[in-house]
């Protein structure tokens, strides 16, 4: 048999790997951290529910893991990224998670993270020329 390597959007594919490496991983952890998952979407929005921002995650296993944190330009430093953030951790206790974790950029948001009790622990340097912090909470 040869096989050869293909580069192409395919949902069925791209399922695949997917599936087969969850179904992989379901082996090796314990038995009450298995089907320990969960997409997390907490959204900013106003009474007519134009959105300004949000928190796009998962829980897996235990942990949360924020894979983005967005607020508009003109609403940051008005609190709302502490209340998504908030508002997660809450959700990550009450599904009995054990940390928190997330990156940024050195031009993104990394003394706004320290200051809600994220630590860094891990760096790439010139991820497109910027500083890669990975960061966690303990929680």
């Not at 430093?77 to 997330?102: D, F, N, P, R, W």
């Amino acid at each position: 048999m040869e096989l050869y390597i293909s580069n192409e959007t395919n949902n069925a594919d791209k399922s695949y790997v997917i599936n087969n490496m969850i179904e992989f991983n379901l082996r090796h952890f314990p038995d009450d951290l298995k089907g320990r998952y969960q997409v997390v979407n907490l959204f900013l929005k106003d009474a007519d529910n134009k959105i300004y921002g949000g928190l796009v995650g998962e829980i897996c296993w235990n942990w949360l893991e924020v894979q983005y944190l967005f607020v508009d330009d003109n609403l940051r430093k008005l609190g709302y990224g502490k209340k998504l953030l908030s508002e997660a951790e809450k959700l990550a206790k009450e599904k009995k998670c054990e940390y928190i974790k997330l990156d940024t950029l050195s031009f993104q948001a990394l003394d706004f993270y320290k200051k809600q009790g994220f630590e860094v622990f891990g760096t790439i340097q010139n991820a497109g020329r910027h500083t890669h912090y990975y960061l966690k909470k303990d929680i």
